[in-house]
């Protein structure tokens, strides 16, 4: 006797003649109530961060860095918490990568970050962080169990900036690689790893009850920004980025 699953009720048959009609398999899906998408933002569950980064480290490989850094906490989410978080096409974010498709912008690791730390919580003290934290870490500090391009310890570097072209410079000049090389790919591999181990840390953090920001706007870009801020008299700049990367000192040069 065969058993032929229909809308989860699994229906005997018998020598080979399923005892459902096609009418009745029809009737069968149409009666089957979908489950209702939970109110946002969805329920969490507190993550192995361990496994978090290895899941990111192996995606970033598949898909690039904003999908290893969404699809390591949420394909995560999937296994632990299940509906909804099964129901995210974690591919969605594939578009991060290389700062948005080779634009060099905003670097995918922070992209994929916010987009899954926004889905867990409505909290953007959490997306400030992680992008203030990006641009002062030291990284890649991540050690694969299998290195997919380089093995050992590599070269750290500080981004200064939450810019993929800015962050992949800072790298391959510590590195005195090419931009393309196997270290630096290597490199953003790991530095996704650490990003996505972050936003499980806080995450974690949030539900224990214990996250608190830590980020300051470095006291240079500050006093900048008290004349050109949103607070400030001349108030003609909208970011928080390190200034002078860009435009070095304009006032003493
Ligand atoms: C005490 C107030 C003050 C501070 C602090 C200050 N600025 Fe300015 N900045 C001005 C004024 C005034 C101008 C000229 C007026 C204008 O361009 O609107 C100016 C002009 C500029 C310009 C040229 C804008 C243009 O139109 O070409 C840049 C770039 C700039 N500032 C960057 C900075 C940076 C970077 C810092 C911090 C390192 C800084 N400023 C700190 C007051 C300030
Ligand atoms: C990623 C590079 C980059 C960073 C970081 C950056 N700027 Fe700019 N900024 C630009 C560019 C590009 C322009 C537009 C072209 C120009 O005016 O030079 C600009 C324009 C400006 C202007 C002229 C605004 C106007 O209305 O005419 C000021 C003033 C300025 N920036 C100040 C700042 C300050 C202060 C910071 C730090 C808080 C900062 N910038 C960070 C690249 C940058």
Redesign the pocket.
């Known amino acids: 006797m065969a058993g032929v699953a229909v809308g989860g009720i699994a229906l005997g048959a018998i020598g080979g003649y399923s005892l459902v009609t096609p009418k009745e398999t029809i009737i069968e899906k149409e009666v089957e109530v979908p489950q209702e998408v939970p109110e946002y933002p969805w329920e969490y569950k507190k993550l192995d961060v361990e496994a978090v980064k290895d899941r990111a480290y192996a995606a970033y490989f598949d898909g690039g860095c904003a999908y290893g850094t969404f699809e390591g906490v949420v394909g995560e989410l999937k296994e632990k918490v299940g509906f909804p978080y099964t129901t995210i096409p974690t591919k969605m974010a594939v578009w991060g990568k290389g700062g948005i498709v080779g634009w060099g912008l905003t670097c995918g690791a922070i992209t994929g970050a916010g987009m899954a730390l926004n889905l867990v919580t409505d909290n953007l003290a959490l997306v400030n962080e992680i992008v203030g934290w990006y641009t002062t870490e030291e990284m890649p500090q991540y050690m694969p169990a299998v290195a997919r391009k380089v093995e050992g310890e590599l070269v750290k570097s500080v981004s200064g900036?939450p810019?993929c072209h800015a962050s992949v410079s800072s790298y391959t000049d510590a590195a005195d690689c090419e931009e393309n090389s196997p270290e630096r790919v290597e490199r953003c591999g790991r530095l996704v790893a650490d990003t996505a181990g972050k936003v499980a840390e806080m995450l974690n953090a949030l539900a224990d009850g214990t996250f608190t920001s830590t980020f300051q706007v470095p006291a240079s870009?500050a006093e900048?920004?008290s004349c050109?801020g949103a607070d400030g008299p001349?108030n003609?700049?909208f970011?928080?980025?390190?200034?002078t990367?860009?435009?070095g000192d304009p006032h003493t040069n």
């Open positions: 900036s810019l870009v900048c920004l050109h001349i003609n700049v970011t928080k980025m390190d200034c990367p860009c435009h």
